[in-house]
């Protein structure tokens, strides 16, 4: 069997490489160095329909497939993985999760504007105590009159310091456990609503992250996403998504050490010769190549099962798990092709082995994706 990408991906694909060369390429580093959100960047992105990548023309997207989102991620993680993650959670969470959850009177109120890049868009599951266990989390939602009353923190929320909307789980029957969990579209600006400041973090420093604080929070009754107790079937789905925008994003940190280290043995001379020669550098170089196709094409095939509607948990778990081990080994080989120039920060593989780390931590750690490939396989 083989895999090609249609016309219309390949010339999407090479568009968004097209930009983040000219773009994301530029400032990348700076980006990271002063800890800054790229909002000309991503102003820009919306421009182009990258804020929206899959949801349909009618509401304002780009209307095009998960393959695409995956190559679009992969591209704008190769050059900026702070922008690769923004990229990743805006177009997994938000949008998508009205689009398919919400009633037309949510998706016609909020996804246009999260389809352009207007309103900027985060997940908030995740809870200090909690961690990947959705069913320990301590958020509280109280229904009174026509308003749900919310307490409660998250934390680890990309894009939490500077969001407009963010989806958000919330406790509404503390006796039914998993099943009463439910889902909200909170709005940055609602009484109650309190972002911490940016968390000083080891990578992707330009994608801010901090904690959202809950305090007797006024949330419409209209806000309710789904039905009472759909929570955490709505956030498992999601997260099956969002597994695939990360793996992407994994591949394109990994693809970007390969890049750098092809170049520099090319260039750097030792005992008269470039190290291209040497087959110690082959090998990491050989090696890199190959697990960097094998982590990509798991990514496709599970954002081709996605396409089509197919169950695809285990195989967006089965992507993220070996691209994120893979991101972390190709930057690690690759700090050692540069050797001491590599852990300098001036060279960009010093940023790109920071940055690889957190795919195998957020949306799912890599064990937690090893129980969910074991579970399906075993029950």
Known sequence: MEFELTDRQKMTRDMVRDFAEREL????AKTDRDEVFPEGTIRKMGELGLMGIMIPTEYGGAGMDAVTYATVVEEISRKCASTGAITSVHNSFPGWMILKYGNEEQRRKYIPDIASGKMLGAFAGTEPNAGSDLGAMTTTAVLKGDTYIINGTKTFITAGPI???VIVFAITDKEAGTRGISTFIVESGYKGFTAGPPMEKMGIKGSLTSEIIFEDMEVPRENLLGKEGDGFKIALASIDG???????QAVGIAQAALDESIIYSKKRVQFGKPIASFQAIQWMIAEMATRIEAARFLVYRAALMKDSGKRFSKEAAMAKLLAGETAVWCTGRAI????GNGYMREYTVERLYRDAKITE????TSEVMKMVIAGSLLR
């Open 25 to 28: 390429a530029p400032i990348a």
């Open 242 to 248: 969002g597994r695939i925008g990360i793996a992407a």
């Open 336 to 339: 050692q092709v540069h050797g």
């Open 163 to 165: 969001c407009d909307v």
């Open 361 to 364: 931590i957020y949306e799912g």
